[in-house]
């Protein structure tokens, strides 16, 4: 059973950043991908970006390429996810996700593991 643990939401301006981070319970990362995604009051869950921890590979949503990485520590078994130049429209709570496998998955339902959200909030 992974244990996710979300942190580093807070109030922040149009334009200005934050780095969350994912701190997972399990040992045996190089078994998963993880992952980002945000929900908005009334909206679905969506998927924000995605990370294998062996290989090093990751995947974006069109929305925040450019503007947002996805990065990891192996050592502290920890994922972060810096976003420069926030919208307001990017005020959400923000979930970690893990999920066996190499697959960058978008589907939200197809992770079975999640923290338990942080919220972000982006003022104009």
């Known amino acids: 059973q992974v244990q996710l643990v979300d942190s580093g939401g807070g109030l922040v301006q149009a334009g200005g950043s934050l780095k969350l981070a994912c701190a997972a319970s399990?040992?045996?990362?190089?078994?998963?991908?993880m992952g980002w995604f945000r929900q908005a009051p009334g909206k679905e869950r969506e998927f924000v970006a995605a990370s294998t921890w062996s290989g090093g590979r990751t995947r974006y949503a069109d929305s925040v390429k450019g503007r947002f990485t996805i990065s990891r520590d192996n050592a502290k078994n920890t994922v972060y996810l810096q976003m420069n130049s926030l919208k307001p429209e990017e005020t959400a709570v923000y979930y970690c996700?893990?999920?066996?496998?190499?697959?960058?998955?978008?589907?939200?339902?197809?992770?079975?593991?999640w923290g338990q959200g942080t919220q972000v909030t982006v003022s104009s």
């Open positions: 996700a893990a999920e066996l496998g190499e697959d960058l998955i978008s589907t939200p339902v197809q992770w079975k593991y």
């Open positions: 399990e040992g045996t990362f190089s078994m998963y991908v």
